[in-house]
Each structure stands twice: as C-alpha cells, then as structure tokens.
C-alpha cells in the first residue's frame, strides 16, 4: 500500500460486489476524486469473467486504462454459494480421541420447539471422515496426555487412506496451548505435501470446542474453493495487463490480501453484504441520522442491516447453512426475497415467493435469457412499475408479454385469479415478507421501527422500500446516489483488518492484570506484524482492544470496548463498570455485585487505505421531462407522474415512477419524494415535517 490515510494516490480504485443476478462496481478516479457506477451481469459458472467484463467496459466509458487501476476491493459470494449449495471439498477432521462426535453433539438447542421432526442440518464432515488421535491437553494449557510420533504417523496414514483433499485439526483445549496441533500440522504437511491443513488454533482460537471445530472445518472445506478462484481471477487480471493490488472484503467489513483469504476463506462468508453495511453506517455519518435500517435488495436475496446511534453491529459468532461460524462478522439478516426470486402455488393453493431464485442464469423471464417461471421482476413490469426499454439504461429490453404469460400460467390460473391481481398479489407477499425481516432485526433488540429511518438500496430496492416502510409505520425513507450499486461503494471504502483474539477464562480483578497485559501485549505484537506484512504505514494504522466479558456462571457474554488500553485498577474498573452498562441496556438488569469474569481477549488491528476527497458525479441527463404511464396500483390501472431522477428538482407526490439508470424508485400514494443536499433521495409521508435529525 505505501499511503497513509489522507494521503492522496493517483490512480483508479474499485470496489465491486458480485451478487446473485449482478455484478456491481464503483470506480473511484484518485486523481479527481469523480465516483461513477456502472452493473453488468453476474457469470455464476466463473464470477471473475463477469467481474473482468465489468473493468473492461467501465474502463471504455469512464476514459480510463487498465493500467491506472491501483486498488481493486472485490466482495464475493463465492464462499456462501460453496456453502449454501454445499459444493465442498472432501475433507477430513483430525480430533483428540474421545471427541469425534462433537459435530453431532452440537449444542442442545431446539429451534423448532414443537415440531415433530426437526429438521437437522448434516454436519460439515461426515463420522466416517473424522480420525481421532491420542493426545489430551488440559483447560489450563498443561499437558495431561503427550502427542507421540507414531499417533501423527497413523493419522497421516487415515488421511491418505481417505483421499483427503483439505484437512481440519481441532484438537481440546488447542485455544490455550497449540502445541499439539502444530506437530499434527508439521507431520500431515511433511508427508502430504500440498494438502491444506487448518488448525483451530489460528482459524478460531477460542472456547466452545464445538464452536471451534465447526468454524475450523469449514475453513478447511473452502480452501480448495477459494484457492482456485482466485488463481482463475489472478489469471484472468494478469491476461490484461491488470496489475492492481488485489483485496477480498471480509465478513468484519474490513478487507485482507488473498494470501489471508486463501489460508482462511471462512472469513469471507458475509463479503458482499457486509459492504452494505459498511455503505449505511457512512451514510448515517452523512445524512445526520443516527438510527437507520439499511436494506439491500438485490437479485436474490434481501439484506437487512441495523445502524443504532451511528454504529453497526460486531457479532463475535454467526452462522451459515444453520451451523455455527465462531468468528466476528458484521450482524446482517438475509432472506431469500429479491428480484429474480420465483414465485409459485404450492399444492394446497398457497401462494409462496423465494427462497428459489431465478439468479443470472436464467434469470427473470422477462429478461429472455430462457427463465420460464415467473420472478418479483416480472410482476414489477408487467403492472408497469418498470420501463421495458430503458431497464439498465436501455441495455436489455424487457420481454413485457414473457412476463404477463408466466404470471398467468403459474400463478393466475392455478389461484383462480385475473393476471393483474396474481402480479399485484406476488408484490404484497413479497413485501410482507421483506417488512418481517426488518421487524425481526428490530424486535429482537427491544428497538421500535418508528424510531428510524429505511435507507434504501440495490436495484430492486427502490420499487419496494416505500410500501415496506408503510407496512412499518416508518415515515421516512432515503434512497442514496448511486443505490443500485451502493454496496460497492461501501467496499470501495474499506480498510484492511485484522482480528484477533486469545480466549483465558480469568476474574476481572487486579490480581489478574499482568496476565491479562502479558496475553493483550501479545495480541498486539501479532497484530502489528500483520500490517508489517500489508505495508501499512505507522500513521495509518490502529490497534483497538475489547474483551468478551460475562458474570460468573454465565454462559455467554458481552463485547466490550477495552478503549483507553490501560492495565491498571482504574481502567479495570472502568472496563467492568462499562459491562455492568451493557448488560443492563442489553437485558434491562446489572448484577453490580456478583463476580465477573474476563473470558476473550479482543484485538482489532486497521490498516486505513487512503481517502480521497469525492467529487459528486452528476447523474445522466434525463429523458424527456414528465411523462405519464398507466400503473396496476390498488386493483386498477392508473395513470401516474414518471421522472427521471435527474430531472427532479422538487418533492413529487405519489402515486409516481422516479427512474434512473439502474433502479427505480415507486412513490406511493401518501407520500412524497424529493431530492436534497448531496444527491439523496428523502422520501417522507405526505403531511410529515421535516424531523430534527437528532430525532430520527
């Protein structure tokens, strides 16, 4: 990297998010800070073609070479697709012996609480693909049982028998001493040669041996995966002369090298929605809205994302394909509910929308890329709440009679129904389902959805974030610049991070500082030889401290900030007083006098990319200023105000159609939508004053 923050580079950064159905990009020119966006369609059989196609043709139409790229900041999907469609390696899990069946242990939590046959989402690695080794190491890191040389030799030769092509080692207690699992790593590498070998002991070095080994073999199952991506997507950069430096966004939000990302893919698994995330949280900063509820609604799926007083939040454990991933990630709830996804009626007559999607191949019928079922997308155009000639500007036309002839033949005449209420019927389901995703990311946290604000973007948000907002009693929502590719713009701001953490259940007091100090000290030499590693320059960088903390017995716990760094009884006392505050807010009590305990030990380590100073890119000139078009709307075809958004000056009040390049915005009736300062789009109830920011 070799710049600082506020240093100013001169070249081209990108940042592109590669979704279901699109490939989106944000071009950022460092030499006039002008940020232009542009969508191609995703390739799913080999994303890097459609991420290369996408350079290539921003390339020709922002005047720039290939060779001024200097930073390319790329969100994939290609590990949560691995996952999901459960296209993993073969792999095999090395244990202490007596442990084997931890990955069906689990942990003992129903999640449907009165159904008769749960479902049970298999483990990452079959029983039959688990080797047990002789070893013990005891919680206090103390060796009870030794590893020999002939228990490596033996699991070796299991490992060969079972034609492993990734291996995991999970071995008890390895979160307090790693020695063990580091001979096991020597031994399997000395003797396979090229086999990928991950040890929980760098992958998730923390308590809960389950947690452990399930993020620990899932790693291992993607680095074959991601391995090979890349070195498609190298290849591919290096065929044109492309020489940028490359970064994979990561599920914290911030960015690695793909020599991080190879060794632990796992740590991909939210790449492209935690860059929507990352985008709202600065246009909180921005707008002066400390609360907002960022949706994502792309192709596929629906991202929702909370930002409370100006901050997302850092979940230290997700999980994916209902299975634990025990590393920190930024809090995003996904549904199956996006443009492409499908609709159909079920057997007994009821009418379902996702979680099956259309995605890029073959993708909506009305894109007549041989799609046969009908999608949200269709619905959308055949009510006429899209432009089939100028949909991605007037790329790809719209097959308008497709789309009516699908609705018609899967959903209108199996429901009994006219082809305009069966469409109409597809978006008021849809739009149900995106409003419960919301009310579950705010309930859960005791938050109430008056209190904030949506902020809407993606390309098939804008035609649904309105009827949503009303379905919440929301009275306000923003639709940002550029919001079909918003995503990537978050991305297009990322900074490198690193986390790292040291798990020592220990009480929170003084006598316990100078282990404490010993174990953070360590944390952040580690750290700090990271960013050695990344260039990062000593200005640029940042070392924040946290720790998981809980009441004795407790068996969870809360992140908190650790932020003066100080190791003495005051900053002991602030930090455990800071606990008691958080417990509260969280569970509505505090314990003030019961003991507490230390349990991980947090550090975050930052590498903040150059900042550019942005030039507001002016939107394509609009069409042919107000236009009229007939809309389904409330069981009727009406006709309604249709603008482009460059073109907008003043608020206009719904029922209208604001139309841009890329997405589309629907105003519905009772509202007004308007443009303000920095090229947002605020739309509010009709009759709402504007609120004090401080209110919202």
């Known amino acids: 990297m070799g710049q600082g923050a506020g240093v100013k580079s001169e070249g081209v950064r990108i ?16 030499r006039t800070g002008a940020v232009n966006s542009l969508k191609t369609p995703t390739t799913p059989q080999d994303p890097s073609i459609g991420l290369m196609a996408g350079i290539e043709a921003a390339s020709g139409r922002f005047d720039f070479g290939l060779a001024d790229i200097r930073l390319l900041l790329h969100g994939t999907t290609i590990a949560t697709n691995a996952v999901l469609e459960r296209k993993l390696a073969r792999g095999v899990l090395v244990t202490t012996e007596g442990f084997r069946d931890i990955l069906e242990i689990e942990r003992h939590v129903r999640r449907d609480v009165y159904g008769l046959k749960p479902k049970r989402e298999p483990a990452w690695s079959p029983r039959d693909r688990r080797v047990a080794v002789p070893e013990r190491i005891r919680a206090d890191g103390s060796v009870e049982r030794p590893l020999e040389a002939d228990a ?22 390895a979160n307090v001493n790693a020695a063990h699992e580091r001979s096991l790593r020597d031994g399997i590498v000395r003797a396979l040669p090229g086999l990928p070998v991950s040890i929980s002991s760098e992958v998730s070095p923390e308590i809960r041996e389950y947690e452990r080994s399930s993020t620990t073999v899932l790693n291992a199952l993607l680095i074959p995966i991601v391995r090979s991506y890349l070195s498609k997507l190298k290849d591919r950069l290096s065929e044109r002369g492309l020489r940028a430096r490359l970064l994979l966004v990561q599920s914290n939000g911030g960015v690695c090298s793909p020599e991080v990302a190879s060794e632990q893919p796992v740590r991909l698994l939210l790449s492209g929605p935690s860059g929507g995330a990352l985008a709202a949280q600065r246009a909180c900063a921005r707008l002066g809205f400390p609360n907002l509820v960022g949706i994502d609604m792309g192709g596929t799926s629906f991202d929702v994302c909370v930002v409370q007083d100006g901050q997302t939040t850092l979940m230290t454990q997700g999980e994916i394909d209902g299975l634990p991933v025990r590393l920190p990630m930024i809090e995003i709830r996904t549904v199956g509910a996006g443009g492409g996804s499908i609709a159909s009626v079920e057997p007994g007559g009821r009418l379902v929308v996702g979680p099956r999607s259309a995605g890029a191949r073959p993708g909506p019928v009305c894109y007549g890329g041989g799609g046969t079922q009908p999608t949200v997308t269709d619905a959308n155009l055949m009510l006429g709440r899209l432009d089939a000639e100028f949909f991605l500007g007037g790329a790809l036309a719209l097959d ?18 006219d082809t305009e209420r069966a469409a109409e019927g ?12 919301i009310r579950l990311s705010l309930f859960e946290k005791g938050l109430d959805p008056r209190a904030f604000s949506l902020l809407s973007f993606g390309g098939a948000g804008g035609l649904h974030a309105i009827p949503v907002a009303d379905e919440l ?3 306000r929502v923003i639709f940002p610049a550029d919001a079909s590719t918003f995503s990537a713009g978050g991305i297009l701001h990322s900074d490198i991070v690193h986390d790292l953490a040291k798990s020592r259940v220990l009480r929170a007091v003084p006598e316990n500082l100078p282990e404490i100090e010993r174990a953070c000290a360590e944390l952040q030499r580690e750290g700090a030889s990271l960013l050695d590693e990344d260039g990062v320059p000593a200005e640029a960088r940042e070392l924040g401290l946290s720790a998981d903390m809980r009441y004795h017995g407790q068996a969870f716990e809360l992140v908190v900030p650790w932020s003066d760094g100080r190791f003495d009884a ?15 807010q969280r569970f509505s009590y505090s314990n003030p006098g019961d003991p507490v305990e230390i349990v991980t030990l947090r550090v975050t380590a930052t ?15 609009g069409r042919r200023g107000l236009l009229r078009r007939r809309v389904f709307l409330d069981g009727a075809w009406r006709e309604i105000d249709i603008l482009h ?22 105003v519905a009736d009772g509202w007004t939508c308007g443009p303000e300062e920095g090229g947002d789009l605020v739309a509010r109830r009709s009759g709402q004053a504007r609120r004090n920011p401080d209110e919202a």
Request: charged letters at 20%; proline letters at 4%.
């Open 570 to 584: 005051e900053a002991l006392d602030r930090l455990i007083a800071g606990f008691h505050a958080l417990h509260r």
């Open 607 to 621: 590498g903040r990319l150059p900042r550019v100073t942005e030039e507001q890119t002016t939107l394509p000139a």
């Open 473 to 475: 009693g929301i009275d």
């Open 152 to 173: 490596v030799e033996a699991a070796v030769a299991a490992i060969r028998a079972l034609a492993a092509e990734t291996v995991a080692v999970s071995l008890l207690n």
């Open 426 to 437: 597809i978006l008021t389901l849809t739009n149900a389902s995106l409003a419960s995703a």
């Open 645 to 666: 958004r460059a073109e907008l000056r003043e608020p206009l009040a719904g029922p209208a159609l604001i139309e841009e390049e890329y997405t589309t915005v629907f």
């Open 15 to 30: 940042g592109v998010d590669i979704g279901g159905t699109f490939t989106d990009l944000q071009i950022l020119n460092e």
């Open 400 to 417: 308008v009679e497709g789309a009516r002839a699908a609705v018609e033949a899967h959903v209108a005449r199996p429901l009994g129904l």
